[in-house]
């Protein structure tokens, strides 16, 4: 048993207004509904409107996440924003975020782990509660990736979307196996060239645009997604029967169904949302927990898992008890 839980009592989400089908990208990307569909179960994609910000977005979800809980800024210790589109270059989003929710005694920065943004942003927040740098924290993933992408590269452009989702962690000194319950991540540099950004501020003049060799990425994605899981279940003591959910980094649907296939889970009980967000990079998951939450089917005391791999290489799971334990 742990000296202390680190739950996670409450999640919110917020995606933008605006909606961009399969059908409306034909119109100006050679490019078809069948064939995106087909290969990755995406239908449409939610798209940032002119002066929406990663912060706007990252705020709403945040507030969304607070008010289910009846916290506010002000009981915030710590927030961790995982974004790879943030707002500026400096200062982070998370300082926005920390100003706008009035979190003013709270440590607030940014991680960029890409895709796998969420899950890194989970195990730092996990690790920081549990060594008592604070006990309530928000972590969020959000972004804006259709500004960094290359809306002539159909190779790219027909699988990206916006959005925002925000997890509540609290510390609580009452050790149980509510919570966190593992986390594991992973990194592997080598695999640069296989997803990446062709610009940056100390290599090029310009943000750049996601530039993806999509049959490699995928090769790497269920093998690795489902090493991570195998090594986070026996840190937590757990085997696939123990899990509820499933709820993985949204990229592809077939990587889902393919981590599905390898887990031996029930297709039922894997929570998929990318046909409507397509792939959010790190607010993948925190959106995919918020609608599953909202509509019922993940309930409080059950477990769930999280998986992501994204540009780096960089991958890794993590197991919760979701929710607070009943007085
Ligand atoms: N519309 C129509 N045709 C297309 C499109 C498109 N949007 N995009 C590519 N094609 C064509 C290609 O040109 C190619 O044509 P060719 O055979 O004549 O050369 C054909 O379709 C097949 O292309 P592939 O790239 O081999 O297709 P694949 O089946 O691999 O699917 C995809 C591509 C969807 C990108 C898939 O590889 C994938 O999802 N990969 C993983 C992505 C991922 O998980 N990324 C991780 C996280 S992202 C992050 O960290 C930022």
Not at 30 to 35: A, G, R, S
Not at 155 to 182: M, N, Y
Not at 292 to 318: H, M, Q, S, T
Request: charged content about 25%; proline content about 3%; glycine content about 8%.
């Amino acid at each position: 048993m742990p000296d202390v839980s680190v739950l996670m009592t409450s999640v919110g989400a917020y995606l933008p207004k605006k909606i961009l089908t399969n059908q409306d990208l034909s119109v100006f990307v050679e490019t078809n509904d069948e064939w995106i569909r087909q290969r990755t179960g995406i239908t449409q994609r939610h798209i940032v409107d002119d002066g929406e910000l990663t912060s706007d977005m990252a705020r709403e979800a945040a507030l969304k996440a607070l008010q289910r809980v009846g916290l506010d800024g002000s009981d915030i210790d710590l927030i961790i924003v995982a974004t790879t589109t943030p707002d500026d270059t400096f200062p982070s989003t998370a300082t926005k975020l920390q100003h706008q929710l009035g979190a003013t005694c709270a440590v607030a920065f940014d991680i960029q782990a890409v895709c796998a943004g969420f899950v890194y942003a989970l195990d730092i927040a996990d690790a920081m509660l549990r060594t008592g740098r604070g006990r309530k924290a928000i972590v969020v993933g959000a972004e804006s990736f259709s500004k960094i992408l290359d809306w002539k590269d159909r190779s790219t452009c027909v699988l990206f979307g916006d959005g925002a989702g925000a997890v509540i962690l609290e510390r609580d000194d009452d050790p149980s196996d509510w919570g966190i319950r593992s986390s594991i991540l992973h990194s592997d540099g080598a695999h640069r060239d296989i997803l990446f950004v062709d610009g940056g501020p100390s290599s090029s003049a310009d943000v750049g645009h996601v530039r993806m060799e999509g049959n490699k990425v995928f090769r790497h994605a269920v093998e690795k997604l489902s090493s991570v899981m195998d090594e986070a279940l026996a840190a937590a003591g757990m085997t696939v029967s123990d899990v509820d959910w499933l709820v993985p980094h949204q990229a592809n649907i077939r990587i889902i169904d393919g981590m599905q296939k390898k887990m031996q889970l029930p297709s039922d009980r894997v929570i998929r949302t990318v046909d409507k967000h397509a792939n959010t990079s790190a607010a993948s998951i925190p959106l995919a927990l918020s609608v599953a939450v909202n509509d019922g089917r993940i309930k409080n005391g059950e477990i769930v898992a999280f998986e992501a791999i994204g540009g780096g290489l960089v991958w890794g799971a993590a197991l919760v008890k979701y929710g607070r334990p009943k007085n």
